[in-house]
């Protein structure tokens, strides 16, 4: 059974929105696109080359494929890992509006979301990466399809914007097993699905 891994940059208060670009995605009005961009250092392009190298396939949202599949393509330096990994292996696409997708090895998700990513999880293969796609990510959620939650957090807050961590976010526990630093105060975080959740109580002597 493939692993489904969600990889998410988000600010202190849990936004993930546009970290990229001002006009990445304006939805909202948001106004504080390419947040990200001056927190970027070689350690950080180290560990996501090294991420992205593992996948056996990525699962995207629309709009994160359309940001995608006007960029990657133009990278063409077979050194470049990132773009080798996106270019070549399978892209699955969720959208409720896209007829058809170009962009090499993309395979068009129809019909319930939940359905498709539970039998594509049920294929030999690699992990499946998410990357942006902040919509699909909290059906993941919902369904409890995410096996593990690699988030790089960042010390700023925009107080607005699309979170991680939505309203349809299930009760659900996670074990840390990996923590790193960049040069520029960002902590990646990741985190293994473990199960439900255990309550107590504190006595009080």
Not at 41 to 66: H, N, Q, S
Not at 113 to 141: D, F
Not at 155 to 161: I, M, P, R, S, Y
Request: aromatic share 10%; with cysteine; net charge neutral.
């Amino acid at each position: 059974m493939r692993k489904l891994v969600v990889g998410a940059f988000t600010t202190l208060d849990g936004v993930m929105q546009a970290p990229g670009g001002p006009d990445e995605d304006r939805d909202g009005d948001f106004q504080h696109g390419g947040w990200l961009v001056p927190y970027f250092d070689p350690k950080f392009v180290e560990i996501m080359t090294e991420w992205t190298k593992c996948a056996g396939g990525f699962l995207l949202g629309r709009k994160t494929y359309e940001i995608f599949a006007d960029s990657w393509p133009k990278s063409t330096d077979p050194a470049d890992e990132i773009a080798v990994a996106l270019n070549t292996r399978p892209k699955f696409v969720v959208s409720r509006t896209l007829k058809e997708v170009n962009w090499n090895n993309s395979i068009l998700l129809k019909g319930d979301v939940a359905q498709a990513v539970t039998k594509l999880k049920a294929q030999e293969g690699g992990e499946i990466q998410v990357h942006g796609s902040s919509h699909l990510i909290q059906t993941l959620l919902k369904h409890d399809l995410v096996d593990t939650l690699r988030i790089w957090q960042f010390a700023v807050t925009l107080g607005t914007g699309k979170r991680l961590f939505g309203e349809g976010t299930i009760p659900r526990s996670f074990r840390l097993v990996d923590t790193q630093l960049n040069t520029t105060g960002g902590v990646l975080h990741v985190y293994e699905r473990v199960g439900g959740l255990k309550y107590g109580e504190v006595e009080v002597s």
